[in-house]
């Protein structure tokens, strides 16, 4: 999560118990992702939902923080062998179960989803993120909702801050906010392009 207080010349970012710029990858170890770090990454992004300040994102983040939990579970089950998101999901596939393979896709989407909202928003600085998260949304989460699930997230969309109120809160100083957050969602999108990827390799596509 968050710690909530930003420090003297620091953004939001620094407030993250951990960020998507400290965990590593091991390509030596074909992309292998450690599942504890990613798992507090995923976790402190979501208090992101909170600096939006709506309660229309409460099923979003609800969402997310289930399928992290899900994922601990299966961590917590069998520490040794789901050291890496990889190793979690094919020993957990050996044990005729997917579960938590299930939460990860899900996980990923999500996390897709904020990704490209909020990239789209800072690659457009005249577009307001009602904008950004919609078209977000359209091509991330939308394809695989139900007709009961999208009302919902459609509303989460509507009611996204002003800009302007948004960046506000991520720190005095915007041209470090930009810079951070652009390498931010750098690390993250490479998370979700890896992932994808071995999710998809593995069969997990529901």
Not at 26 to 55: H, M, R
Not at 64 to 81: C, D
Not at 88 to 114: I, P, S, Y
């Amino acid at each position: 999560m968050s710690t909530g207080q930003i420090p003297p010349g620091g953004t939001y970012l620094n407030t993250l118990k951990r960020s998507f710029t400290d965990v590593p990858v091991q390509a030596d170890k074909g992309n292998a992702i450690p599942t504890t770090e990613f798992l507090e990454a995923a976790e402190s992004l979501v208090s992101i939902f909170d600096v939006l300040g709506s309660a229309a994102f409460s099923p979003v983040k609800s969402d997310m923080l289930g399928n992290v939990e899900k994922i601990r579970q299966r961590f917590l089950a069998a520490p040794t062998e789901s050291e890496t998101l990889q190793d979690l999901v094919n020993n957990e596939q050996k044990a005729k179960e997917n579960k938590a393979g299930q939460a990860l896709l899900w996980l990923v989407r999500g996390l897709e989803f904020t990704c490209k909202g909020l990239a789209n928003n800072v690659a457009a600085a005249d577009q307001e993120l009602s904008t950004s998260f919609r078209a977000a949304y359209d091509v991330t989460l939308k394809p695989h909702h139900s007709f009961l699930i999208k009302p919902i997230f459609s509303a989460a969309m509507s009611a996204c801050p002003y800009r302007k109120d948004f960046y506000t809160k991520l720190g005095d100083d915007q041209d470090k906010v930009n810079a951070q957050l652009k390498e931010y969602l750098a690390a993250l999108e490479n998370f979700v392009i890896i992932l994808k990827a071995f999710l998809d390799s593995k069969g997990i596509k529901k």
